[in-house]
Nanobody, 125 residues
Framework: QVQLVESGGGLVQAGGSLRLSCVASGRTFAKYHMGWFRQAPGKERESVASISWRPTSTYYADSVKGRFTISRDNAKNTVYLQMNSLKPEDTAVYYC??????????????????WGQGTQVTVSS
């Protein structure tokens, strides 16, 4: 069982920045593929970014490329999502997810085994 706890959400003006954090339980975090997803009211959940465990590769949705950066600190069992140049359309609940499989499926939500409870990000115009 893996527990994921997100933090760092909040209210920010358009153009601002936030950094989300997700702390994972478990001794083998370094071998988890990790992802960030989001869901806005009335919309389906969508992939935002993901990071593999070996070799470390990253994936970004087109809508966030150049603005968001995913990273991980295996010593702290933590994955981060640095969000810059935020837009009102980035408003959503952001979820962290862990994929314990051997193959990295980037942003495919069905591959992820464990999910956090989510953290709200609201961007005002």
């Amino acid at each position: 069982q893996v527990q994921l706890v997100e933090s760092g959400g909040g209210l920010v003006q358009a153009g601002g920045s936030l950094r989300l954090s997700c702390v994972a339980s478990g001794r083998t975090f370094a071998k988890y593929h990790m992802g960030w997803f989001r869901q806005a009211p009335g919309k389906e959940r969508e992939s935002v970014a993901s990071i593999s465990w070996r070799p470390t590769s990253t994936y970004y949705a087109d809508s966030v490329k150049g603005r968001f950066t995913i990273s991980r600190d295996n010593a702290k069992n933590t994955v981060y999502l640095q969000m810059n140049s935020l837009k009102p359309e980035d408003t959503a609940v952001y979820y962290c997810a862990a994929d314990l499989g051997s193959t990295w499926y980037r942003g495919y939500a069905g591959a992820y085994d464990y999910w956090g409870q989510g953290t709200q990000v609201t961007v005002s115009s």
